[in-house]
């Protein structure tokens, strides 16, 4: 089954983008998943093709029409396909729901310009908000290619090695521990001595202890999160 993404964007010219390249564009050839544009400007308004307009209550820059948002969304066959708008105001994307959508069939992504959407689309729809980060971008595209990097590596097939996905940052709530290859000594520095040994279990051991050091150091939010669903400790 074909994992099927749409993308509604006023520059259709920046899909597949990076997405045409390496395992993604290699799976989007090989029919893993597919990708359909749809341009929201052919859905503008007027000679001009006017899509937005200033805001109500006023302030500075332009708002997205509701009327010819709805009409570029309901052009697509969504079908049981998820309808996300990327936004700065939208729940962070994380490596669960990557996951959660690339057990589904697909995904419908709508990207923001100027100051965003006119909020009633959203509502109407009851669509889902997300958010690639506590920064702000000019233009929802690349959070769409963001989303779907993260989700088309998780569709059976695309990695080399189905194990891969199993051990990395973020897959059981902990970063990943350091990785090191050849040569063993390096400008003076050697690859730690467990790596070299053979014994698989003192490297899990090892592996497990450096994710989890690296995550409280690093990113003692998602450290308290994994120690909270480890349960209590025997
Ligand atoms: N005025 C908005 C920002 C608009 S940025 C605000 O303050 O919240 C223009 C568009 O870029 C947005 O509509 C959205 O689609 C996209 N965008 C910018 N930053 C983003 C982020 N961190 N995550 C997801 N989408 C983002």
Known sequence: MTWRADVLTLFPAMFPGPLGESLAGRAL????WSLAVTDI???GLGRHRAVDDTPFG?????VLRADVLDAAITSVARAAR???FLTPRGRPLTQARARELAAGPGVVLVCGRFEGFDQRVIDAHGAEELSIGDYVLSGGELPALVLLDSVIRLLPGVMGHEES????SHADGLLEYPHFTRPATWQ?????EVLTSGNHAAIGKWRLDQARAVTLARRPDLYAHYIASQGPTP
Not at 165 to 168: A, D, K, Q
């Open 82 to 84: 998820p309808l996300v």
């Open 58 to 62: 006023g302030g500075a820059g332009m």
């Open 29 to 32: 050839r090989g029919g893993v």
């Open 41 to 43: 400007r052919a859905f």
């Open 188 to 192: 003076g520095r050697d690859v730690p």
């Open 165 to 168: 996905g199993l051990e990395e």
